[in-house]
T-cell receptor
Framework: NAGVMQNPRHLVRRRGQEARLRCSPM?????VYWYRQLPEEGLKFMVY????????ESGMPKERFSAEFPKEGPSILRIQQVVRGDSAAYFC?????????????FGDGTRLSIL | AQSVTQLGSHVSVSEGALVLLRCNYS??????LFWYVQYPNQGLQLLLK??????LVKGINGFEAEFKKSETSFHLTKPSAHMSDAAEYFC????????????FGTGTRLKVLA
């Protein structure tokens, strides 16, 4: 019974390149959340998606960042033209249905380093 | 708007001593609250959750938390610390505005001394 799978675990990019982070939710989960954890800080919400729909992107930077959760395949968080400040750990979480009392299950994260 | 405050970014206890990690929340509606633990280079693992049932919630690894509405608190405790408890602990409240995203505290790093 696989948990939330994120890949890659570590990603190194040079400034100006693109970063693609993948998240496969737990089996049967159709709700995906992305969070960012900056060094020595807590996790901050970025975006919430259901299959083929972005429900809440209030935490996403207005430029360079995008997310999708297609009908088939993993959810993708895409960062274009990366800058040093994008260095962080990016976590994906999934839940089976929408509801306050449904705990989110987290992946092990992708640690993005920008050279 | 909901928010979470964790007092004490670093807490040290001796092995076998009581663990107390503090969490206070702000919410205009009855909150749903969660404690997660994060080990180095890993994701977050759910310790326990409060969803308006019993106010004393028991979780995994001997942890428990008590919801106190009058104090807007949800402190995490464990009677006897073990070396394996050394990790970072996050308190979170679920946004009840419709999307149920989590609002996290800034975390407390627990160190257990031999």
């Amino acid at each position: 019974n696989a948990g939330v799978m994120q890949n890659p675990r570590h990603l190194v990019r040079r400034r100006g390149q693109e970063a693609r982070l993948r998240c496969s939710p737990m089996k049967g989960h159709s709700h995906v959340y992305w969070y960012r954890q900056l060094p020595e800080e807590g996790l901050k919400f970025m975006v919430y998606l259901q299959k083929e729909n972005i429900i809440d992107e209030s935490g996403m930077p207005k430029e360079r960042f995008s997310a999708e959760f297609p009908k088939e395949g993993p959810s993708i968080l895409r960062i274009q033209q990366v800058v040093r400040g994008d260095s962080a750990a990016y976590f994906c979480a999934s839940s089976p249905i929408q509801g306050s009392n449904q705990p989110q299950h987290f992946g092990d994260g992708t640690r993005l380093s920008i050279l | 708007a909901q928010s979470v405050t964790q007092l004490g970014s670093h807490v040290s206890v001796s092995e076998g001593a009581l663990v107390l990690l503090r969490c206070n929340y702000s919410s205009s509606v009855p909150p749903y609250l969660f404690w997660y633990v994060q080990y180095p280079n890993q994701g977050l693992q759910l310790l326990l959750k409060y969803t308006s049932a019993a106010t004393l919630v028991k979780g995994i690894n001997g942890f428990e938390a008590e919801f106190k509405k009058s104090e807007t608190s949800f402190h995490l405790t464990k009677p006897s610390a073990h070396m394996s408890d050394a990790a970072e602990y996050f308190c979170a409240v679920s946004d009840q505005g419709g999307t149920y995203k989590y609002i996290f505290g800034t975390g407390t790093r627990l160190k257990v001394l031999a």
